[in-house]
């Protein structure tokens, strides 16, 4: 089993910058491949973006790339989302999630593990 735990969330104007974090416990950190989604009021929970085992890669969705980046650090099993040049539409709550597999995958379903979300709004 893991656990994580996100935090970080808030209130933040449009064009600030938030920092998400998400702990992760149960199980050795670096054989997680980590997500983060995000799920706006009325739509489906949404890819944001991925990170392998290392932290050597990433991948983004479309929306937030330039703006959002991932990180990780393995020995304080912990990964980030900073997101900057924040919108009003990055309004969501957001989640991290954890793949024991080695790929770095979109879609939430491949995801084994889930955080229980942190509220994200940016106002206009």
């Known amino acids: 089993q893991v656990q994580l735990v996100e935090s970080g969330g808030g209130l933040v104007q449009a064009g600030g910058s938030l920092r998400l974090s998400c702990a992760a416990s149960?199980?050795?950190?670096?054989?997680?491949?980590m997500g983060w989604f995000r799920q706006a009021p009325g739509k489906e929970r949404e890819f944001v973006g991925v990170?392998?085992?290392?932290?050597?890669?990433?991948d983004y969705a479309d929306s937030v790339k330039g703006r959002f980046t991932i990180s990780r650090d393995n020995a304080k099993a912990m990964v980030y989302l900073q997101m900057n040049s924040l919108k009003p539409e990055d309004t969501a709550v957001y989640y991290c999630a954890a793949d024991q597999s080695a790929f770095m995958r979109r879609q939430s379903h491949f995801y084994d593990y889930w955080g229980r979300g942190t509220q994200v709004t940016v106002s206009s």
């Open positions: 990170i392998n085992r290392s932290g050597e890669y990433t």
């Open positions: 149960g199980r050795t950190f670096s054989t997680l491949t």
